[in-house]
């Protein structure tokens, strides 16, 4: 420490300290006499500087941080930086008690801001030994988020005595703005009949999910009575699980703009129906069942149908495990939203799949098709989506043996996207109107069949004129996921790690499978080439694309997005 330039030298310290030390241990001129006791006064002034310059030095370093640039920012500028820096999970408060250690300034903003503490999350597999620490916990974000409306998530398993929960929240039912509660049927009865009764005059999302538990005799729990005392006029997002269809008479039904259902038993058509007749605000719908839909025996009368201005951002989900594809297109037939602008139907005959969305595709006018989560399993399986020019979709689970299974939308297709599996092994179909095509590469780790790699576009054998002509092209996208994104990262962006490739790989591919006039231009999306920018490769590359463009995620620099980039392993 005797290297370190204080500013201060022993010389001023002891002009300064010397002569009020003396003072106190000796008043007056008198020169000091060491005695026994002056001795132990002095050691005891000593002790009490030790102290007084320990108390010094910490009042001295709590105002050290008001000197910082950004200590100098308003607290509501301070405020918005924190909300950002939690933006990516909202509910996980750690981001902010690490935030609330820096000073005591950002302690006292951490904490005395409402809003930083009324989103709260309760999820736990040990609720009956932590119930006291977790309803304590939420007792105290309660008090803190003071009179702002609270958003609650709620996650119970097994069979917890969660009733201390619920007259904590009893007092905040007035409060909530959404609540998401998932707890086995049974809790939901005995712990919850209180409070799901009281009026929630500002909720606007609400999620209801009764879990099946193990060992117990399967039965579907009714919707609960008198729900929110039938009272939550700004209710907008319903969304219930494994529980029956509430009845009729529920009134927040009226105010509803989107309905997710998920069931695990026969849902009748005829009160799904009337549900969603009953719902003049419906603008998303979305049901699935593991069993069936029921076929009714007579149907009613078709409503009138909506003006095209009233159905236009209409979206509707409807997937049935065991139902035939003709139930639910009967379903939409009685609906009054009978064109919507999204669509997903789904079944377990993947085959009854691909013929409705042919048939929807077409008549929706479809001008670009996406397959997506694809996979091979002797036949390839994917998501489908066609879009037509106006944004609206038709959309199915499918299985297709090759890309000529949808040979029927090509003739005025636009834009393609299809994973690399997919790229044409045998006789390339017409597309004439194709101007952008985009290959989703797989993961170097996945793409693995029998302990062998399997063909990727940068593995095609390099045969002549064996090339898919794609006259109208300009524009050729080459995009990368990282698989486990979601799971590294849940609320970050969905790209993930970027893949590293050759750029003479690249190069080899357009050259040899891909003939148009003049060259595309190469979009690298989450796609980084290891080659340098003057290398013969990305030369070579250079001259088969009219231009190459990088999109990669905004928020990462160049050091970073190289830490986290995927390396193809070797072959």
Not at 212 to 222: H, K
Request: charged share 20%; proline share 8%.
């Amino acid at each position: 420490m005797d290297d370190v330039d204080t500013g201060l030298g022993f010389d001023a310290f002891h002009a300064f300290v010397f002569p009020h030390l003396r003072s106190a241990l000796y008043p007056g001129p008198a020169s000091p006499k060491w005695t026994a006791g002056g001795v132990q006064k002095l050691n005891h002034v000593a002790a009490k500087l030790h102290t007084w310059l320990d108390r010094l030095v910490h009042e001295l370093a709590s105002t050290a941080n008001d000197c910082c640039t950004i200590n100098a920012l308003p607290n509501e500028v301070l405020c918005h930086i924190f909300t950002l820096a939690t933006a990516s999970n909202p509910f996980d408060d750690y981001v902010l008690l690490e935030l609330g250690v820096v000073c005591r300034r950002w302690k006292t903003l951490v904490l005395e801001t409402p809003q930083f503490w009324n989103r709260i999350a309760i999820e736990t597999e040990n609720f009956a030994t932590y119930h006291t620490t977790i309803t304590n916990r939420l007792k105290w974000q309660l008090r803190r988020s003071r009179d702002v409306p609270v958003d609650l998530a709620i996650r119970l398993t097994g069979d917890s005595r969660a009733g201390e929960l619920e007259e904590t929240l009893c007092a905040h039912m007035h409060r909530l703005r959404s609540l998401d509660l998932d707890a086995p049927d049974m809790v939901l009865a005995r712990d919850w009949s209180l409070a799901l009764t009281l009026p929630a005059p500002n909720i606007s999302r609400l999620s209801l999910r009764a879990a099946m538990m193990t060992g117990r005799p399967m039965r579907i729990p009714p919707f609960p009575e008198n729900l929110l005392a039938n009272k939550a006029p700004k209710l907008v997002d319903f969304s219930l699980t494994w529980m029956l269809l509430p009845p009729l008479t529920w009134q927040p039904f009226r105010s509803l703009q989107r309905f997710s259902y998920q069931a695990v038993h026969t849902v009748d058509t005829l009160q799904l129906l009337a549900l969603v007749l009953s719902c003049p605000d419906l603008r998303r719908l979305s049901v699935k069942t593991t069993r069936v839909f029921t076929r009714p025996v007579q149907w009613p009368i078709s409503p009138p149908t909506l003006p095209r201005t009233d159905r236009v951002e209409m979206s509707i989900d409807l997937v049935s495990s065991l139902s035939a594809m003709g139930d639910i297109t009967a379903l939409l037939d009685h609906m009054p939203q009978r064109d919507p602008k999204h669509l997903f139907c789904g079944v377990s005959d993947r085959a009854a799949c691909l013929d409705w969305f042919l048939d929807a595709a077409h008549a929706n006018g479809a001008a670009a098709l996406q397959l997506s989560d694809c996979c091979l399993d002797g036949v390839f399986s994917a998501t489908a989506a066609a879009f037509n020019a106006a944004g609206g979709t038709r959309a199915t689970d499918l299985d297709v043996s090759s890309l000529s299974d949808l040979a029927a939308l090509f003739d005025r297709l636009e834009e393609l996207t299809i994973s690399e599996l997919l790229w044409p092994a045998d006789g390339f179909p017409a597309l004439p109107h194709l101007h952008s095509l985009t290959l989703t590469l797989e993961d170097p780790g996945e793409n693995e069949l029998d302990g062998h790699y399997a063909l990727t576009i940068f593995l095609l054998p390099l045969e002549p004129d064996c090339a898919w002509h794609l006259p109208a092209l300009r524009t050729l996208h080459l995009a990368y996921a990282d698989p486990n994104a979601s799971e590294d990262n849940p609320g970050g962006p969905p790209w993930g790690a970027p893949l590293v490739v050759s750029a003479a790989d690249v190069a080899l591919f357009i050259k040899w499978n891909i003939r148009t006039s003049p060259p595309p231009r190469l979009v690298l999306q989450n796609v980084l080439l290891f080659e340098s920018d003057d290398s013969l490769a990305r030369r070579q590359l250079d001259a088969e694309v009219q231009q190459v463009v990088f999109e990669l995620e905004e928020s990462l620099t160049l050091i970073e997005i190289w830490e986290k980039c995927t390396l193809p392993e070797p072959i």
